[in-house]
Each structure stands twice: as structure tokens, then as C-alpha cells.
């Protein structure tokens, strides 16, 4: 399970950005996931929960924004939507395709105090 890893890493950056910005406790920290990223959802509220014990973000809501995949399809010179990698467009059943979002994995927001 990478997710208990990932939000260990989420622990850090939150960790990092109080120092710098100055604040002793997250209400609420908003994460990005694209479909593509290969995280699953849940795993990471869990593990969220399992990891953020005796840290700043410890009673904070965890909120989950889904960010879809894309991709720019070389022979249609557009950008078209994207549901599992390596899939064909579904414009014109192409495979030169560049994922252009829904990988991401990133800590979008903090509410803190």
C-alpha cells in the first residue's frame, strides 16, 4: 500500500509549510487526485488518518478533490478526455497520446489556525 507513504509525505509538507508560514494547526487540508495517479481515495483517507496522530493536521477534515483525466492526441491536435492510461482517443482510436492532466497527486489547500 504506497498510499500510507504519500501521505506521510502529505504529513511532511504540511509540517514544512507551518515552520515557514507560521501556524500551529490544520483544520482542513484539500488533496488533488487525478484518475490517472494510481491512488486510490480511500486508501488515503485511511492511511491519512493513521499517520496525522500527534502531528498539527491530527483532527483535520480530509477532503478528496478529483481531478479527471486528459490527454492531447497528437493526430486530432486536441485535447480529449482520458479515463485509463494507454487507452486509445476516443475521438479517432489513437494511441499518440500526451497525458496533460490526471496524474497529479498534490495538497491543494490548508485551512489552518
Keep these: 500500500m504506497h498510499e500510507m507513504s504519500l501521505c506521510e509525505g502529505v504529513i511532511e509538507i504540511i509540517e514544512r509549510e507551518a515552520q515557514q508560514q507560521n501556524f500551529a494547526k490544520v483544520r482542513t487540508v484539500w488533496l488533488e487526485i487525478g484518475a ?3 491512488v486510490e481515495p480511500e486508501a488515503m483517507r485511511f492511511c491519512f488518518s493513521a499517520v496525522s496522530h500527534d502531528t498539527i493536521a491530527a483532527d ?9 483525466g486528459a490527454a492531447w492526441c497528437m493526430a486530432c491536435a486536441k ?11 476516443p475521438d479517432c ?7 496533460t492532466a490526471g496524474d497529479e497527486l498534490r495538497v ?4 489552518v489556525d
Design 60 to 68: 483535520a477534515r480530509f477532503e478528496i478533490v478529483s481531478v479527471p
Design 93 to 99: 482510436g489513437g494511441h499518440q497520446l500526451q497525458v
Design 108 to 111: 491543494k489547500e490548508l485551512e
Design 36 to 38: 490517472l495517479s494510481h
Design 79 to 89: 485535447t480529449v478526455p482520458l479515463k485509463q492510461r494507454y487507452e486509445p482517443c
